[in-house]
């Protein structure tokens, strides 16, 4: 087990001469071995990591200059949609959010200005799939960056860097950390001169992750191949339950052959995923609610990729930042149940959803 060094500065031989480590926001031994470890789960050189997912996207659009535009997927997490436009707008990024599940309409939307395209797959909530290597060999024909946040997917099911990709991000929060119990986020790359810049920002602005996190971080790695397995099957045998019930009007699930990404992800994932969404056939917010609020092993609360099971609203919580119109736009109704399946029996998960769906 890697040692938590809960050391903030480290003796020099001479002024300005270390031995490996200077000071913790810049370097620390834990976090060391910690981003060696992301570097090979995403098959890159070198990983960054942050005190969460949306510091590690925060020095990605620091990458950008004044007047650049980043081109985003139109269905993403709130708190990217917030960063974008109300951080960032005001200090000269654009980012519009565009359809880019074919590929040939995301060459359409780029513009002279476009140097960033900033992929989600699975998108949340609605899990859409996009088409990494199509979409990131369009970037490189134009020389625009790629960044893909596979946060919904982890290491263990897509490696976008595999695909094309110039930097894969994680909430490791979620899926990496596995236990609800640390925020951390990361980036991970192999270009090394791309890896210099964001080291940089890194130490720079100082939105570092402290060594009990990623020590936390490192414990749940451990076992991310057996979590992220038995929630998928999970998943499986749960999307199928509900697209079946006659209370439930749509699933929102990759793994069945209706939907219109099904093909995509089977050649990019190793499994469809662990998030399951759905819409009601009685869409009215009040019954939503009362399925939300009556569920005992399924809990109601923000984020995934735990081992527990999670049930959330995501017009009220996760993409409260974002518009409604844009939400409805993209079939996030006010009704929309997302589920982050966990490693529970599956019966057991079956049965609680039956009974406050009736």
């Known amino acids: 087990m890697t040692p938590i060094y809960q050391t903030s500065t480290y003796a020099q031989t001479s002024p300005g001469v270390h031995q490996g480590y200077e000071y913790a926001r810049t370097q620390n031994p834990t976090r060391s071995v910690l981003e060696k470890n992301l570097a090979a789960l995403e098959n890159g050189t070198e990983a960054i990591c942050f005190s969460s997912g949306l510091a590690a996207q925060d020095s990605v659009m620091k990458l950008l200059s004044s007047g650049d535009e980043v081109l985003a997927v139109n269905d993403l997490y709130g708190g990217s949609y917030r960063q974008m436009v109300r951080v960032w707008g005001q200090w ?5 959010f565009v359809d880019m599940y074919t590929a040939a309409n995301v060459e359409r939307e780029i513009s002279p200005s476009t140097k960033l395209i900033w992929i989600e797959t699975p998108t949340n909530p609605m899990l859409n799939i ?13 020389g625009i960056l790629t960044c893909v946040d596979n946060t919904f997917a982890s290491p263990y099911l897509q490696n976008p ?7 894969v991000l994680h909430s490791a929060t979620k899926y990496i950390g596995g236990h609800s119990d640390v925020v951390h986020g990361c980036l991970v790359v192999k270009d090394a001169e791309l890896a210099q810049r964001l080291h940089f920002l890194q130490n720079a602005c100082g939105a570092v992750p402290g060594p009990q996190d990623c020590f936390l971080i490192l414990r749940g790695i451990k ?3 057996l979590r992220v397995q038995r929630a998928c099957e999970n998943a499986e045998i749960i999307a199928q339950y509900l697209a079946a019930h006659p209370k439930v009007e749509k699933v929102y699930w990759p793994g069945f052959a209706s939907h219109p990404g099904h093909e995509i992800a089977k050649k990019q994932m190793r499994m469809f995923g662990a998030m399951v969404s759905f819409d009601l056939k009685d869409n009215s917010l009040e019954h939503a609610t009362k399925v939300m609020s009556t569920t005992k092993l399924f809990t109601l609360a923000e984020s995934l990729g735990g081992v527990e099971s999670l049930i959330g609203h995501p017009a009220s919580m996760t993409h409260a930042s974002i518009p409604r119109e844009a939400r409805l736009k993209v079939g996030l109704t006010d009704s929309l149940i997302r589920l982050s399946i966990g490693v529970e029996d599956v019966e057991d998960l ?6 406050s769906l009736s």
């Open 92 to 96: 000269g990024l654009k980012s519009r």
């Open 130 to 142: 996009v088409d990494i290597a199509a979409v990131c060999a369009i970037a490189r024909k134009h």
């Open 161 to 167: 860097l595999d695909l094309g990709a110039d930097i």
């Open 223 to 225: 076992t991310l191949h």
């Open 350 to 355: 079956i049965e609680d959803l039956e009974k």
